[in-house]
């Protein structure tokens, strides 16, 4: 990569972009470019740090591993972001695994050349820092909130709810006031009796499924955008999705913003449909209950 696509890639890093570009030219000359191809792994959680990474093509997404061992995505970054910050302040271990979305191009900075790129620019340290805690505060921030609404919903979500009506209808009333900004959202549930989803429950300032000015195919079991501000969130069952939600954005989200908002919303539907699979088992077994009493009794059906 020449010095001057360096730069330029620098100048579009949200933890640089207000440092003079002659201190930057000076910054480029540390920066070593790296590939990866799709899934390869960056460095993995608990692996000793050295490096913090700037995204110039591609995606890269950023897991935990939780108690089940499985992992949790906690981000999924694009170009103009940064990652492995920590490793600048601190000799710690990674605190999460880094793997490559699709083929992707990074730029590293060892911390030992970023030390003395700031020794050579002792005044530019206390705005680089700066930047780099406010970076992290927004990065904790997010994962505060998110991990908020995710323990707040579990247990709402031990609450026995009649119906999966009234279960989406809980649902959305605690979700969306926890989602940054203004947002609506609708709920639909399948109806076997019409073979159709059946609109159930919304929440917010807007009629989210008018929103949408078009929908996903019938069926459709993965969670996507179908606008850069309405979110389709699929609630798949064993033969057929036992319906979905639609959340909608009163003003258009950048990249990264719908990538924390998607995150999110898959956490929440997997959540839910777990728990909209047990209260149909409650319903379905309760009507066929009170259809073999009838039965018994000899009434007619």
């Known amino acids: 990569m020449q010095p001057k696509d360096k730069l330029r890639l620098l100048k579009s890093v949200r933890l640089l972009d207000q440092m003079p570009e002659r201190q930057l ?108 805690v406010q970076l992290l505060s927004r990065r904790l921030r997010r994962t505060s909130s998110e991990l908020t609404l995710l323990f707040d919903l579990s247990n709402l979500l031990l609450e026995a709810a009649p119906s999966g009506r009234e279960l989406l209808s809980r649902v959305l009333t605690h979700v969306v006031p926890h989602l940054e900004g203004t947002w609506s959202a609708a709920a639909y549930l399948y109806n076997m009796f019409n073979d ?23 069926g459709e079991t993965r969670n996507l955008w179908l606008e850069d501000h309405v979110y389709y969130v699929s609630l798949p069952g064993q033969s057929r999705p036992h319906g979905y939600l639609l959340f909608h954005s009163e003003t258009a989200l950048g990249e990264e913003e719908r990538a924390e908002v998607a995150r999110t919303l898959t956490t929440v539907a997997q959540l839910l449909t777990s728990t909209l699979e047990n209260v149909n088992f409650r319903v379905d077994a309760s009507l066929r209950e009170r259809l073999e009493q009838r039965v018994g009794h000899g009434e007619d059906l």
């Open 196 to 218: 159709e989803m059946d609109l159930v429950a919304a929440c917010g300032p807007t009629d989210a499924s008018r929103a949408a000015r078009r929908l996903p195919p019938a």
């Open 25 to 132: 030219e000076g910054l480029a000359q540390f920066l070593s470019p790296v590939e990866f191809a799709d899934g390869a792994v960056i460095f993995e959680e608990g692996s000793r740090g050295d490096s913090l990474f700037f995204v110039t093509g591609g995606k890269v997404r950023i897991s935990k591993k939780v108690s089940s061992g499985q992992l949790k995505d906690l981000a999924i970054l694009g170009p103009g972001d940064c990652f492995g910050e920590m490793a600048l302040v601190e000799d710690v271990a990674r605190s999460a695994r880094a793997s490559a979305c699709g083929a992707t191009a990074l730029m590293r900075l060892h911390r030992d050349d970023m030390n003395r790129w700031l020794r050579e620019h002792p005044a530019l340290a206390l705005d680089f820092f700066s930047e780099l």
